[in-house]
């Protein structure tokens, strides 16, 4: 590591990519085989923001990624495009983690790496789209966080600060290191990595580190379906059969009165 600069980790994943994937409405999930993987497009956003951090302040990017042995790819995607190495955790003990196990097991591969000063996460990833799990990692690490982050706007060895959009407003934040934000594709355009810098990537070693790599440190339980309280039972489209609009126009008086009137038709106040 650059004893002098920032040790930036940055949180990657591999997902179906969402404008070709179908949906199996029998078994009402994603068909994640119906079309090519791809980087989840928010986490190349906090890639780019980690390599501008390095740029300025000098340090290294570790890509970390969750995933099966295929996510590898998205890793060599990673160092194409900045990043200084990439760690793959893949198992079968792994597999049908919800957010809580998924961060769990993110933030004890984080502590096994050892020090690190910024971890950036994309704002939510676009099968899930929970936005969950990037804070969860910090309150398992017991750091601070900033969520939607959309401007950067300054950066020292000390701290970061950062704009964050929270519905229509904005909020200026410093971040004292160590500690974790989100962001937003509003933070920056992601660079496109050289044919040069994609063909050394291709000849990187990517370390694998399973279950019994973090068991040391971990507890192995709190992996995958086993640590997982949540579970996703069923997804579907709403049908759209028997919905009706009705727009209520006047005075806030008269549309209460007429909400109230029409609310009490449909059952729902007695």
């Known amino acids: 590591m650059d004893e002098k600069g920032l040790h930036s980790i940055v949180l990657i994943k591999q997902v179906p990519d969402i404008e070709k994937v179908r ?3 029998e078994k009402g999930r994603i068909d994640r085989s119906s079309a090519e993987a791809t980087t989840n497009p ?4 906090a890639l780019e923001l980690a390599v501008q951090v390095k740029e300025k302040v000098g340090g290294i990017v570790t890509a970390l990624s969750m995933g099966p042995p295929q996510a590898e790819s998205t890793l060599r ?3 194409a495009r ?12 792994f597999a049908g983690a919800d957010t809580l196990a998924t961060s769990y097991t993110l933030a004890i591969a984080i502590k096994k790496l050892g020090h690190f000063d910024l ?7 676009v099968d899930g789209d929970t936005a969950q799990v990037g804070p969860e990692v910090a309150e398992h690490l ?14 020292t ?7 964050s959009r929270m519905g229509r407003s904005y909020y200026t934040f410093f971040l004292r290191f160590p500690g974790l934000i989100t962001v937003t594709k509003d933070v920056n355009v992601p660079r496109l990595p050289t044919l040069r810098d994609m063909m050394k990537a291709r000849r990187a070693q990517i370390p694998v580190w399973t279950s019994d790599d973090l068991v040391d440190i971990a507890q192995k339980e709190r992996f995958g379906i086993s640590g997982s309280p949540t579970q996703v039972v069923r997804v579907f489209t709403p049908s759209t059969e028997g919905r009706i609009g009705k727009v209520i ?4 008086e008269n549309i209460a009165k007429e909400l109230f009137i029409v609310l009490r038709q449909l059952g729902i106040l007695g």
Request: include cysteine; aromatic fraction near 6%; glycine fraction near 12%.
């Open 142 to 155: 017991g750091i601070p966080h900033v969520a939607y982050v959309s401007e950067v706007k300054n950066v």
């Open 77 to 79: 995607d990673a160092l």
């Open 157 to 163: 060895r000390e701290g970061i600060i950062v704009n």
């Open 42 to 45: 928010f986490d190349l956003n």
């Open 23 to 25: 949906f199996d409405h």
């Open 249 to 252: 126009q006047g005075d806030a």
């Open 119 to 125: 971890i950036v996460c994309g704002e939510k990833t």
């Open 82 to 93: 900045g990043a200084d190495r990439g760690i793959l955790l893949t198992d079968q003990r």
